[in-house]
């Protein structure tokens, strides 16, 4: 992951359970189902936590970068 962008998304695969709820509700199309969800162009996340809110496992956080 590109470390110049300003959101982090991580996955945590423990927990996820490939419902595909978080790429559906991604407004932004950043995440694709692939084997769980995979970040298709992380440049394109406004960190808007939608993938966060609607995930039913905790399993998806986007955090923001540390300003360096
Ligand atoms: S924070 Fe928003 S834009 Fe970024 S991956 Fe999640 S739903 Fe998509
Ligand atoms: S919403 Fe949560 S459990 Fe469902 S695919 Fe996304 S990260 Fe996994």
Same mark, same amino acid.
């Given at each position: =992951?590109? /470390? #110049?962008?300003p959101? %982090?998304?991580?996955? $945590?695969? #423990?927990?996820?359970k $490939?419902?595909g709820l978080?790429a @559906?509700?991604c /407004?932004r199309?950043?995440?694709? =189902?692939? !084997?769980? /969800?995979?970040? #298709?162009? @992380?440049?394109?996340? *406004?960190?808007?936590l939608?993938?966060e809110?609607?995930? /039913? !496992?905790?399993a998806i *956080?986007? *955090?923001?970068?540390? %300003? #360096?």
């Open positions: =992951m590109d /470390p #110049k962008l959101w %982090e998304i991580r996955v $945590n695969s #423990k927990w996820c $490939n419902c978080c @559906a509700f /407004p199309g950043v995440l694709e =189902m692939e !084997d769980g /969800p995979k970040v #298709k162009d @992380a440049a394109l996340c *406004t960190g808007c939608m993938c809110m609607h995930c /039913p !496992d905790f *956080t986007v *955090t923001r970068r540390e %300003e #360096k």
